[in-house]
């Protein structure tokens, strides 16, 4: 793995590397983090080159190495775009509007029900 980057160093003097999840000192050599599971290290998508996750750029090529946030929630609503339309979504909202519209009317009749009881 890749021991060039920002390598930490603890009070004890202790090097390792940073989750970059949840900061947690991990030791030299790991893949994972010790304390959360979260992967250290990401392989670019246009060189191989194995990346510390801290980096944005590769070390090698200098492709952006994760997605912005941006794209990641562009992405996210075009695959939900596309099963809003399916049948089975659109009949499923259809009978959820009608329960509020009958729910709705239900309510506005026991109110004038209530009103005309007091008068």
């Not at 390792?16 to 290290?41: D, K, M, S």
């Not at 194995?50 to 952006?64: A, D, G």
């Not at 994760?66 to 990641?72: A, D, I, K, M």
């Not at 499923?92 to 709705?104: D, E, R, S």
Request: proline share 3%; aromatic share 4%.
């Amino acid at each position: 793995m890749s021991e060039a980057g920002p390598v930490a160093q603890d009070a004890r003097g202790d090097r390792g590397l940073l989750c970059p999840q949840c900061e947690h000192l991990n030791p030299l050599g790991r893949e994972t983090c010790e304390r959360c599971e979260a992967h250290l290290f990401v392989e670019c998508a246009r060189c191989g080159h194995v990346n510390q996750r801290v980096f944005v750029r590769c070390q090698k090529c200098h492709k952006r190495l994760h997605r912005g946030l941006f794209h990641r929630s562009r992405r996210h609503h075009h695959r939900h775009e596309h099963h809003r339309h399916s049948r089975g979504r659109r009949i499923g909202l259809l009978l959820f509007q009608a329960g509020l519209v009958a729910l709705g009317l239900g309510l506005a009749f026991a109110v004038v029900h209530l009103i005309n009881r007091i008068l």
